[in-house]
């Protein structure tokens, strides 16, 4: 077995693997190899089962790192090579919680939309949100792409009870957006400090792989780098 470890990198909610681009580019410079999960988001456990997939084809020790709603599919993984857990603006449910509880809980921010399932259950960011919410910070053209590649989130995803979360059992960290417009910075700092996680707050939005990859990267090979330090020889 390989004893370097693979960083997998799992997106969240209305985008997919290519959101991690400018992250994968600055960690595999680190000589950190990188892959991407792919999820369906049809549901909760068809998500996990598609990480749990990407997982078997990884040899060696694994950092997995989750952004927003994928933070609740991390946690649920059980893979035995799974060493460390980064959570990117990620949510965090306990044992017995729902993401969506999770995500739901306080007022939101005024410029966040509302989200309706359409006919099929499934949830679409409007146009407006992605300049609006999702990354202002990102560069218009980024906003753009965004949108018209968006994949829309099941509500089955975010219905389902949590099992016992991998962070319990796991060293995590955890990168605080302080300008996230979907998932709030005191909520974040909740679910941080809940988990007992190694915690790097920046003045980013919702979308820090895209509009600060430097920072995400950096937490990430932090994590890699000390789960290398103390892995057997």
């Known amino acids: 077995m390989n004893s370097d470890p693979t960083v997998v990198l799992v997106h ?37 089962a598609a990480l749990e997939r990407a997982l078997e084809r990884v040899s060696g020790p694994v950092v997995l790192a989750g952004h927003a709603y994928a933070g609740g ?11 460390a857990l980064v959570y990117v603006a990620a949510l965090a449910p306990d044992e017995g919680e729902t993401i969506g509880e999770l995500f739901g809980r306080g007022e939101p921010h005024p410029r966040a939309p509302a989200l309706t399932p359409d006919a099929h259950g499934f949830m679409w960011l409007p146009d407006e949100a992605f300049a609006e919410a999702f990354a202002p910070r990102a560069s218009a053209a980024e906003q753009t792409l965004l ?9 089955s995803c975010i219905t389902a009870p949590v099992v016992r979360p991998l962070w319990r059992e796991r060293p995590s960290w955890y990168l605080v957006a302080a300008e996230d417009r979907l998932i709030l910075a005191d909520k974040q700092r909740f679910m941080a400090n809940r988990m007992g996680a190694t915690v790097r707050e920046h ?13 995400v990267a950096e937490l990430v090979i932090e994590a890699a780098r000390t789960i290398d330090a103390t892995s057997p020889s």
């Open 203 to 215: 003045p980013v939005d919702h979308m820090p792989l895209i509009s600060a990859p430097a920072a």
């Open 12 to 48: 969240g909610a209305w985008a997919d693997g290519s959101s991690w681009r400018k992250v994968i580019d600055a960690v595999e410079a680190a000589g950190i190899r990188t892959t991407a999960a792919p999820l369906p988001m049809t549901s909760l456990p068809d998500d996990v």
């Open 147 to 155: 949108r018209a590649v968006q994949r829309p989130i099941s509500v």
């Open 73 to 83: 599919v991390i946690g649920s993984a059980r893979a035995a090579n799974v060493r």
